[in-house]
T-cell receptor
């Protein structure tokens, strides 16, 4: 049972344009959502997070939007830069219980010059 | 942001030997740390949750006698792969959650190659 889904395995965007990465979840009880960026043979790097009580969080070029009614979140990167090329994972967890992060499958973002 | 240090970054060992991987939270205390394994072209797979001062909680299908976890202090957790075999070759990543921010930070990972 995949509780967090990233339905696009890959995305290609032109440099300078907006990159939009999407993530859907099934468990409406999730309290917190995070986005990570990962390069091959490295651990994930935290990018930005959002609490379930908010609908938007912004940090520099990165903005995360949360639509609780649709159980959907998205990461916007603008403007996209070549260094943004990586695999992006969304993740969610519950404050109650085991507090384990549940990851999506990842989306490979390629920024074209 | 907070830093999680993982060591070593790469290790090669002979089949049958044991390998220890260390994970440290450098600027925050972590009562809970997590150990993941990543297979090629797949997402991270949680192996176990390491709890300071108590036994680790293992995910289904993970052999606790093979992957020994010790969380001796609020900043250090270790994963020991005992009697390693070639099929244990993988990329292992540790993680720790900063309770003040609820952000889970990851180490850089350890590439284990068992010959």
């Amino acid at each position: 049972d995949q509780q967090v889904k990233q339905n696009s395995p890959s995305l290609s965007v032109q440099e300078g344009r907006i990159s939009i990465l999407n993530c859907d979840y099934t468990n409406s009880m999730f309290d917190y959502f995070l986005w990570y960026k990962k390069y091959p043979a490295e651990g994930p790097t935290f990018l930005i997070s959002i609490s379930s009580i908010k609908d938007k969080n912004e940090d520099g070029r990165f903005t995360v939007f949360l639509n609780k009614s649709a159980k959907h979140l998205s990461l916007h990167i603008v403007p996209s830069q070549p260094g943004d090329s990586a695999v992006y994972f969304c993740a969610a967890f519950l404050f109650q219980g085991a507090q384990k992060l549940v990851f999506g499958q990842g989306t490979r973002l390629t920024i074209n010059p | 942001g907070a830093v999680v240090s993982q060591h070593p970054s790469w290790v090669i060992c002979k089949s049958g030997t044991s390998v220890k991987i260390e994970c440290r939270s450098l600027d925050f205390q972590a009562t809970t740390m997590f150990w993941y394994r990543q297979f090629p072209k797949q997402s991270l797979m949680l192996m176990a949750t390491s709890n300071e001062g108590s036994k680790a909680t293992y995910e289904q299908g993970v052999e606790k006698d093979k992957f020994l976890i010790n969380h001796a202090s609020l900043t250090l957790s270790t994963l020991t792969v005992t009697s390693a075999h070639p099929e244990d070759s993988s990329f292992y990543i540790c993680s720790a959650r900063d309770l003040t921010s609820n952000i889970q930070y990851f180490g850089a990972g350890t590439r284990l190659s068992v010959l």
